[in-house]
């Protein structure tokens, strides 16, 4: 099986990287044309008792829909993802998410991303968060690229 | 000093409960017409290194405009907030933020949340989230009223 983005780009960040220890470490792995996450919630990720918590879901699509664009920008340039590669960097101006329905905290959850629109500078991404196999949430992001060259705040 | 919304009201959430030992236990105030919390983010809570991360950032909005919306549902009631009480219960329907700065990790954010619309079953709320004085984002959530009786999603 393919390995994760998340475990060939080893970040930090809070939701998706592989090196905090503390944080939620989601997977992300292409399947045809959508970027997929499935993700197990913690007992205590609750907004109400037995309900997967709002910001948590916001949390995981907001990392889930920067990968995807990544993914999307090595992609476009036919090339692959290596460790210690952080070329094709975004960083998120935009997050927006809808909820229909309340999510079990038991259940894992499935965020399956696609592209919206894609330009040098800025790719947005449509997400679709499922729990039990229905449609519990969608979510858009707008992802901006970090310009290349050493920064405070590159990932690696 | 007034008691945090939170310290009266104790739910179980991830992002705002006094009972949910493992979260993150904003703490919001009224401050004339708007609800304030100010909320030190812990070195693990990076997007980047050395930047909070988003989801963190959308996830302490979330419920800071929940409680916002609560409060102004007691306000209009001619109420006050007693412990126990959850008559007047939110969930969120919809969640924008707008990410305009990177906030370093080090410091304390400070959100400002504001009516924008008050409906018997639908609150908009409207927040700018402050790092250093500086507005470094600004958010958006629709609460929607839970019908009022015991259900599997309560706080309580």
Not at 49 to 62: E, K, N, R, T
Not at 87 to 96: C, F, G, I
Not at 113 to 139: N, P, Q, Y
Request: net charge positive; aromatic share 8%.
């Amino acid at each position: 099986m393919e390995r994760a983005m998340q475990d060939v780009i080893k970040v930090h960040c809070f939701g998706c990287g592989a090196l905090n220890e503390r944080g939620l470490q989601i997977k992300s792995y292409w399947e045809g044309d959508e970027v997929v996450c499935r993700w197990q919630p913690q007992p205590h990720h609750i907004g109400y008792p037995g309900i997967l918590y709002g910001g948590m879901i916001a949390s995981i699509v907001d990392c889930h829909c920067l990968w995807t664009a990544t993914a999307h920008a090595y992609r476009r340039a036919g090339e692959k993802m290596r460790e210690g590669d952080t070329r094709h960097l975004y960083v998120t101006a935009a997050l927006k998410v809808n909820y229909r329905k309340p999510m079990p905290i038991e259940r894992p959850v499935e965020l399956r991303a696609r592209l919206v629109e894609f330009a040098e500078k800025k790719i947005s991404v449509a997400c679709d968060v499922l729990s039990g196999g229905a449609l519990a949430a969608d979510a858009e992001v707008v992802a901006v690229r970090v310009p290349a060259g050493p920064a405070p705040a590159t990932r690696a």
